[in-house]
């Protein structure tokens, strides 16, 4: 099973700006579809992000569309979250996952969970 690992969270000022990143122990990892979720304190899990394992193709959530862009290095076996414009609401865990199932938007369709890494965006 992929094992991933993200990192680059931290605490950071409304405004500013964070990038994380995603590194998987998968040798085909440059196959695979890779999507971003997160998760706020008494919510639930949700959809951030998404990118095509050649990273031509991505889909963003309406909430974070403009500000958040994924983008990958298959030869470091990477998935990045550069995040700008950060608001308060934006604070949660954030994770990364591969992609197994059919719907892009779905944490269903993911598998090889990390540990996430925290990110808070102070006002």
């Known amino acids: 099973q992929v094992q991933l690992v993200e990192s680059g969270g931290g605490l950071v000022p409304a405004g500013g700006s964070l990038r994380l990143s995603c590194t998987s122990s998968?040798?085909?990892?440059?196959?695979?579809?890779m999507g971003w979720f997160r998760q706020a304190p008494g919510k639930e899990r949700e959809f951030v992000g998404h990118?095509?394992?050649?990273?031509?193709?991505?889909i963003y959530a309406d909430s974070v569309k403009g500000r958040f862009t994924i983008f990958r290095d298959n030869t470091k076996r990477t998935v990045y979250l550069q995040m700008s414009s950060l608001k308060p609401e934006d604070t949660a865990v954030y994770y990364c996952?591969?992609?197994?199932?059919?719907?892009?938007?779905?944490?269903?369709?993911?598998?090889?969970w990390g540990q996430g890494t925290q990110v808070t965006v102070s006002s």
């Open positions: 996952a591969a992609r197994s199932g059919t719907d892009p938007l779905s944490g269903l369709s993911y598998t090889g």
């Open positions: 998968e040798r085909a990892f440059g196959i695979g579809d």
């Open positions: 990118i095509s394992w050649t990273g031509t193709n991505t």
